[in-house]
T-cell receptor
Framework: ELKVEQNPLFLSMQEGKNYTIYCNYS?????LYWYRQDPGKSLESLFV?????AVKQEGRLMASLDTKARLSTLHITAAVHDLSATYFC???????????FGTGTRLKVLA | AAGVIQSPRHLIKEKRETATLKCYPI?????VYWYQQGPGQDPQFLIS?????QSDKGSIPDRFSAQQFSDYHSELNMSSLELGDSALYFC????WGTGELFFGEGSRLTVL
């Protein structure tokens, strides 16, 4: 059974600090997606990673994919309060379009 | 730009009642997914449709059924509602190529 695990599950950090969220998955996949969700709201697409070594950056967030290690990272640079949200990674195993979501990382940035 | 539209946004039902959720995907997106998200949980895949045919099935209870119509909108029908069905229900449509999912705002179902 495919497992997608994120760590940490909860993250409280000070504004201006850097941190990395990890997404590990247990099966072959060349496609990985990152989403952001504010409480009670929809899931907003952040990054689409489609191959080994893919790196995408948007503002203070940067995502990368290592398909050999079955690992994706979401790096936060100089966090600001507006980044407080839950972040999910989602894996598409072997291009089957069966998206499996990770456990989510609830990020709280303290002013 | 057009987004995924879900209705109703909020729904309150009694136990054992029936509910229907609707989803209108982004135009020219051919695949629709339904997810259920309980409080503090990750989204759980229920069912998907490609070109109006069921393409995959996840942890959808037998009390639930869904279909996609000729105009590509989809409906999720839930019968014999239980307290545990209270959740946010998301519909997403998929863009061809990257496989990126675009989610609707969700329908919050409360079963009393």
């Amino acid at each position: 059974e495919l497992k997608v695990e994120q760590n940490p599950l909860f993250l409280s950090m000070q504004e201006g600090k850097n941190y990395t969220i990890y997404c590990n998955y247990s099966t072959t996949s060349d496609r990985l997606y990152w989403y952001r969700q504010d409480p009670g709201k929809s899931l907003e697409s952040l990054f689409v990673l489609l191959s080994n070594g893919a790196v995408k950056q948007e503002g203070r967030l940067m995502a990368s994919l290592d398909t050999k290690a079955r690992l994706s990272t979401l790096h936060i640079t100089a966090a600001v309060h507006d980044l407080s949200a839950t972040y999910f990674c989602a894996v598409d195993p072997s291009g089957t379009y069966k998206y499996i979501f990770g456990t989510g990382t609830r990020l709280k940035v303290l002013a | 730009a057009a987004g995924v539209i879900q209705s109703p946004r909020h729904l309150i039902k009694e136990k054992r009642e029936t509910a229907t959720l609707k989803c209108y995907p982004i135009p020219r997106h051919d695949t629709v997914y339904w997810y259920q998200q309980g409080p503090g949980q990750d989204p759980q895949f229920l069912i998907s449709f490609y070109e109006k045919m069921q393409s995959d099935k996840g942890s959808i209870p037998d009390r639930f059924s869904a279909q996609q119509f000729s105009d590509y909108h989809s409906e999720l029908n839930m019968s014999s509602l239980e307290l545990g069905d209270s959740a946010l229900y998301f519909c997403a449509s998929r863009t061809w190529g990257t496989g990126e999912l675009f989610f609707g705002e969700g329908s919050r179902l409360t079963v009393l």
